[in-house]
């Protein structure tokens, strides 16, 4: 075969098998927040895929597999865009963090509530895979976070002493303290739940600029 067209023959089955896995982890995850994870079967996302159900399995050996895929691509997402705003950071740090925040909620809320239900759910059932890969996804945009800080340390628009992981983890917590309550409770807006993220963000951010610009514009930036 003259390799021109082998290598076009590799790149279409290539994008054929992504196209599928595309397909299948869509079809899950529709699925998974439909009926709820333990109640959809392997078989209900072969029929919501068209595909059959051996080919499901070609590609995803377990129903984990598939939560785990679920997980993987949410959180590929998320970084995607952390790397654009670590790329170009806004002037304002306190804008920068909340734009920050805004890459959790937006993902958040665009899907079902129950789909983060179940992945909550199916992290505490199985905290040694499913939990511990939400927890290392959630570590690495923690870390991202951080290298956006840093960078404004770096700068000094921070205060020099600011230890940028902690300081992470603070803004983080604000923003799974509200994402949890919106889960919990159906009364909590989107909208609400970004207002407070908002403003817990930029309480905490007060924090981290140097005393004296803190006690000059720390009202303003609120």
Known sequence: MDSSLETRSVGLRDRQKQERERRIVKAAKRLFARKGYAEVAMEDVAAHASLAV???YNYFPSKSALLLAIVRRETESLLARGRK???????DAVAAACSFTEIFLDD?????????????????????VVGRRLFEGDA?????????????RGNGVLASDMEPLP???????????????????EQISADMVRHEIRRGTAIAMRGLFPQ?????TGGDKL
Not at 85 to 91: A, C, R, W
Not at 140 to 152: G, K
Not at 176 to 183: I, P, R, S
């Open 54 to 56: 051996g080919t499901i």
């Open 167 to 185: 300081a992470a983890t603070v803004i983080y917590g604000v923003c799974f303290t509200w994402m949890t309550a919106y889960l919990m409770n």
């Open 212 to 216: 004296a610009e803190a006690i000059i």
């Open 108 to 128: 958040f809320t665009r899907d079902d509530r129950r789909l983060w239900r179940e992945l909550f759910g199916a992290a505490i059932a199985d905290p040694s």
């Open 140 to 152: 690495r945009l923690v870390s991202q976070l951080a290298a956006l800080l840093e960078q404004y």
């Open 85 to 91: 705003i670590l790329d170009d950071p806004p002037g």
